[in-house]
């Protein structure tokens, strides 16, 4: 059973920060690259940013050098830092992980960038 939970989404104003956190069930997770993703209404989830088990990640162009992604293998812990959001950012934001083929998700955590 794989469980993931996110927390730390709310409202912000553009410019602002975030820091999203997943906090996720089941041993192999520790070895298993994390991924955050983000989807808005009618829109398909699209990638944020990827990190592998020995930390080496991964980021969509459009968060290059404003979201870092980091993780604590032992805590099976995977966080999301948000710096210098704007309105686009806003979206529902998901912790994944992939297993034998199977996606996992959380139940998301909304991100509002607005003044």
């Known amino acids: 059973q794989v469980v993931l939970v996110e927390s730390g989404g709310g409202l912000v104003q553009p410019g602002g920060s975030l820091r999203l956190s997943c906090n996720a069930s089941g041993t192999f997770v520790r070895v298993s690259p994390m991924h955050w993703y983000r989807q808005t209404p009618g829109n398909q989830r699209e990638l944020v940013a990827g990190?592998?088990?020995?930390?080496?990640?991964d980021y969509a162009d459009f968060v290059k050098g404003r979201f870092t992604i980091s993780r604590d293998n032992d805590r099976r812990m995977v966080w999301l830092q948000m710096n210098s959001l704007n309105k686009n950012d806003t979206a529902v934001y998901y912790c994944?992980?992939?297993?034998?083929?199977?996606?996992?998700w959380g139940k998301g955590t909304l991100v509002i960038v607005s003044s």
């Open positions: 990190i592998t088990d020995t930390g080496r990640s």
């Open positions: 994944h992980v992939k297993r034998l083929g199977l996606d996992y």
